[in-house]
């Protein structure tokens, strides 16, 4: 059965303190590993699409990179306005169903 | 460029009433899906129109139905509500039902069953 787990569930960071989220995946054949940004009460906010292990995407302070069972979103030097769930989800066919992760909740304080 | 956009915000409805839920694609896109998210947990796939088709569908009861009309917008329906369908109702579109595509969420549908 098709799985994605996130870890850690929450992350307290100091502002400039940079850190690592991890997505491990289960999946029969990937076609697209994809992460969000959510913040409370309001639909996820695109960040990357990944597709093939050892390729990388860069945003800001946010590089995410993925391999054959894993994907990690690094985020270096922290702000206050980087809290948030980021999301992690696989596209486990050729269809457009995504099947995501519990999602790693982040708070950076000043 | 108008982003995804849902109808209604917010709303609150009692066991065994029905709700329509409505959603407008980006302009460009012609592929929406449906999710549903639970507090705390990450969102679960319903279903995903193309062509005004049922493309596919997740491990959802047959309560739970939809429609895509002409114009690309859809609308999910829930019949006989229970209490567990309390949830953001998330809709995502992406572009000419390519299936590598990337999808792009609206803000949500908040519904409460009481």
């Known amino acids: 059965e098709d799985q994605v787990t996130q870890s850690p569930e929450a992350l307290r960071l100091q502002e400039g303190e940079s850190s690592s989220l991890n997505c491990s995946y289960t999946?029969?054949?990937?076609?697209?590993l994809f992460w969000y940004r959510q913040d409370p009460g309001k639909g996820p906010e695109f960040l990357f699409t990944?597709?093939?292990a050892g390729e990388e995407k860069e945003k800001e302070r946010l590089k995410a990179t993925l391999t054959k069972k894993e994907s990690f979103l690094h985020i270096t030097a922290p702000k206050p306005e980087d809290s948030a769930t980021y999301l992690c989800?696989?596209?486990?066919?050729?269809?457009?169903?995504?099947?995501f992760g519990a999602g790693t909740q982040v708070v950076v304080t000043p | 460029d108008a982003g995804v956009t849902q109808s209604p915000t917010h709303l609150i409805k009692t066991r065994g009433q029905q709700v329509t839920l409505r959603c407008s694609p980006k302009?460009?896109?012609?592929?929406v899906s449906w999710y549903q998210q639970a507090l705390g947990q990450g969102p679960q796939f319903i279903f995903q129109?193309?062509?005004?088709?049922?493309?596919q569908r997740g491990n959802f009861p047959d309560r739970f139905s939809g429609h895509q009309f002409p114009n690309y917008s859809s609308e999910l329906n829930v019949n006989a509500l229970l209490l567990g369908d309390s949830a953001l109702y998330l809709c995502?579109?992406?572009?000419?039902?390519?299936?590598?595509?990337?999808?792009?969420f609206g803000p949500g549908t908040r519904l409460t069953v009481l």
């Open positions: 302009s460009g896109h012609d592929t």
């Open positions: 990944l597709y093939s």
């Open positions: 989800a696989v596209r486990p066919d050729s269809w457009g169903k995504l099947q």
């Open positions: 129109y193309y062509e005004e088709e049922e493309r």
């Open positions: 995502a579109s992406s572009p000419r039902g390519a299936s590598t595509d990337t999808q792009y």
């Open positions: 999946v029969s054949g990937l076609r697209g």
